[in-house]
Nanobody, 127 residues
Framework: QVHLVESGGGSVQSGGSLRLSCAASGYTYSTYCMGWFRQAPGKEREGVAAIDSAGSTRYADSVKGRFTASQDNTKNIVYLQINSLKPEDTAMYYC?????????????????????WGQGTQVTVSS
């Protein structure tokens, strides 16, 4: 059973940076996609970044240039570096595991063959 645990969220001022982590366990698939999603109050969940087993990354148009996904395969941890934070980045951030990553027609990131969500970590950006 796949288990994901996010950490690294917090409250920062506009222009600041955060690095989110997602520790994965129980994932035995050699081919995978690990994605980052966010959901603000009253809004739908949005896929913002993903990295696959080959190290390829994909980003939503709304965050391209500010968000960077990376992974440490030795520790089974996926990271999301967020720079130049804006108040509109305020949301609960979740990681998710699946089989493949791709971009949706709306420019967001999508995971195919979804397997698990983490519990989320809150990011709050003040102006």
């Amino acid at each position: 059973q796949v288990h994901l645990v996010e950490s690294g969220g917090g409250s920062v001022q506009s222009g600041g940076s955060l690095r989110l982590s997602c520790a994965a366990s129980g994932y035995t698939y050699s081919t995978y996609c690990m994605g980052w999603f966010r959901q603000a109050p009253g809004k739908e969940r949005e896929g913002v970044a993903a990295i696959d087993s080959a190290g390829s990354t994909r980003y939503a148009d709304s965050v391209k240039g500010r968000f960077t996904a990376s992974q440490d395969n030795t520790k089974n941890i996926v990271y999301l570096q967020i720079n130049s934070l804006k108040p509109e980045d305020t949301a609960m951030y979740y990681c998710a595991a699946g089989d493949v990553c791709y971009r949706g027609r709306d420019g967001s990131v999508v995971i195919g063959g979804f397997r698990a969500w983490g519990q989320g970590t809150q990011v709050t950006v003040s102006s």
